[in-house]
């Protein structure tokens, strides 16, 4: 099993058309994504071929690709600009999952088209600024690479893009039932929590990898969560550990301020909650290696 994303994925890509979109569509198709349409009102009616002889219809809307297709997950790769726009069209349509990789959205925007999925009940949204998702074997929803690892046991859940990528391949030898990227920034449609929900309720998964960054509570709310809801063992990793007091580190999220927000704050809370926290990310892999051993 999987969690959001799974083999019977129909996915349509808003922003198929410019070079990011072909270019990680073609990635997605290659690792055997089920990609039935592209998004662009100027190109509608038009086909674009990809490599292995797959063609992939364009559409002027959502809603036509949604009624033409049975589209149920919209990745958009549009301009930060346009993105809210884009988000309003894919709810509009009632696409159940939504996932958006633009970096940069203004956190205005970010929070309305937050809000208005939130208020449609039936869209939810991965992102923004986020790798997407994966369950390998499946499909692939995004940018995350579909070589590192296979399909196995571990649910992972992450903030960061580059850090998803690196657990995946150490702990390549056991597998993923699903890879998560929820995205930096400081609003974002999915959280730790969703994740950690889902995987709790997916029998296929035995295990939780989580990781967070400095910046914010999440990952104690996270913590207290997995306190009180989650019966399978947690290990986590928080990035940011030297970072220092006031600066901002890559994400427009990853912002400390006093104590609040530290990684050795968020550390001592997960610990707290039975979640054993590795120094690095290697060292966290090393930390679910053993637990799998131990099962």
Do not use: W
């Amino acid at each position: 099993m999987a969690i959001f994303l799974d083999k019977s994925s129909r996915v349509i890509v808003q922003g198929m058309t410019g070079s990011e979109g072909m270019k990680h569509t073609t990635r997605m198709l290659a690792s055997g994504t089920n990609i039935v349409g592209g998004v662009n009102p100027k190109k509608a009616g038009e086909k674009v071929e990809f490599p292995g002889g797959v063609t992939v219809a364009v559409f002027g809307s959502v809603a036509d690709a949604v009624k033409e297709t049975g589209a149920n997950v919209s990745v958009i790769f549009v301009p930060a600009t346009f993105t809210k726009a884009a988000v309003v069209e894919a709810v509009d349509a009632q696409v159940p999952l939504v996932v958006v990789i633009t970096e940069g959205c203004a956190v205005k925007d970010s929070a309305e088209f937050y809000e208005y999925a939130q208020k449609s009940g039936k869209t939810r949204l991965i992102g923004p600024n986020c790798p997407g998702l994966i369950s390998p074997g499946q499909a692939n929803a995004g940018i995350i690479p579909a070589d590192i690892a296979g399909a196995g046991k571990i649910g992972l859940v992450s903030k960061s893009g580059t850090l998803t990528y690196q657990m995946m391949y150490e702990l390549r030898d056991i597998g993923f039932t699903t890879a998560v990227g929820i995205g930096g920034d400081p609003v974002i449609g999915t959280t730790h929590i969703d994740c950690l929900e889902a995987f709790e309720n997916d029998p296929d998964t035995v295990a939780i990898v989580m990781i967070g960054e400095i910046g914010g509570d999440a990952e104690e709310r996270a913590a207290a969560y997995i306190k009180d809801h989650v019966t399978k063992p947690v290990v986590g990793y928080v990035a940011g550990f030297t970072a220092p007091e006031g600066k901002t580190m890559g994400h427009a999220g990853a912002i400390v301020t006093g104590s609040a927000g530290t990684a050795a704050a968020k550390k001592e809370a997960l610990e707290a909650a039975g979640v054993k926290v590795g120094k690095t990310p290697s060292e966290t892999a090393t930390l679910m290696k053993e637990i799998i051993a131990a099962m």
